[in-house]
């Protein structure tokens, strides 16, 4: 299925050195403000404590957030669990009070705004679990990175392998530079939707790739920039569709999904945004910078030997 058709194949390669100096810029910078200002994990990262409260009937949550602000926990985050009117309170570590002391003191709070809440639960989660998480998170990160690389090497060649990786970790680093520009928390459902991305991203990267290939195989008379030109083209229409569709349904969490799904779409947002980006304009004058050629994909014929009488 197309929206359109584009005759005339668009000359980006023509213009591959300008959008890969914009995107080492941008990746200088993201890598820049993770140096410096770093990411504002939160409390599954850096330890905390969770406490579950339930209603007789569902409680408005800027109020609670804006109580437990007043009582001394501006990063407290506040969300509905399960149903509207069982709600989840995460609070961050802090040394000048005692955690034992921690839930007495959120339900003092929560009272006072009232509602009459029940207490469920009170979970601690220390600093060493969350360091296990922080690395456990990193860890998946590079199995998924040394698995892309893997697929690619052995479905096409190791110069599209590099190229895609590339890109991908180009679009990682810039979800991680934004997160920490803006200072917005980056939690579990943040991690996993840089998880996605990096999937979502490769996807497209086949998918151009995939056309690079068979061009190669079926027009002869095209140089290697004219083939990219036409892999790029020929897909657009397929990129519009696949990715407008996946941004409405992020879009429509970033906008009433609520605080919960508010960064977890973000992050996806940006992947996605960036992800069109690096798959057609990184990669592929990567993959050309490489020094990709028909040659590669076609194996010369075999002269049969005649035999000597």
Not at 219 to 231: I, Q
Not at 236 to 263: K, N
Not at 278 to 286: D, K, T, Y
Request: hydrophobic share 50%; net charge neutral.
């Amino acid at each position: 299925m197309e929206f359109f058709r584009i005759k005339k194949d668009l000359p980006f390669m023509r213009h591959a050195l300008t959008f890969n100096i914009i995107s080492l810029i941008t990746f200088v910078l993201a890598v820049f403000f993770l140096a410096t200002r770093g990411l504002h994990l939160s409390v599954e990262f850096t330890g905390g404590t969770l406490v579950e409260v339930a209603y007789a009937e569902a409680p408005q949550l800027e109020p609670i957030r804006s109580a437990l602000a007043t009582s001394g926990y501006p990063d407290a985050q506040v969300q509905n669990f399960g149903s509207s009117r069982d709600v989840l309170i995460r609070l961050p570590n802090r040394e000048d009070l005692d955690t034992t002391k921690v839930s007495e003191r959120t339900m003092a709070t929560l009272q006072a705004v009232g509602g009459a809440p029940e207490l469920r639960r009170v979970e601690f989660v220390g600093p060493q679990v969350g360091k296990e998480l922080a690395s456990d998170g990193a860890m998946a990160l590079l199995l998924v990175i040394f698995g892309i690389v893997v697929y690619l090497a052995m479905r096409f060649e190791w110069r599209f392998a590099v190229s895609a990786i590339i890109a991908n970790l180009h679009d990682v680093v810039i979800i991680l530079g934004f997160f920490a520009f803006f200072q917005w928390e980056f939690s579990l459902p943040v991690l996993a939707a840089v998880l996605a991305v990096l999937g979502y991203s490769v996807n497209e990267s086949v998918v151009v790739f995939d056309r690079v290939r068979e061009t190669f195989k079926k027009k002869r008379g095209l140089t290697t920039p004219e083939v990219l030109d036409h892999a790029i083209t020929s897909t657009i229409s397929r990129t519009v569709i696949t990715h407008g569709s996946t941004q409405m349904m992020v879009l429509a969490m970033l906008l009433f999904g609520g605080e919960t799904l508010h960064y977890f779409a973000m992050a996806l947002t940006i992947g996605i945004c960036f992800g069109i980006y690096s798959s057609v304009l990184v990669a592929s004058p990567l993959v050309m910078w490489l020094g990709v050629s028909r040659e590669q994909f076609i194996k010369p014929k075999k002269e049969k030997e005649e035999a000597v009488v």
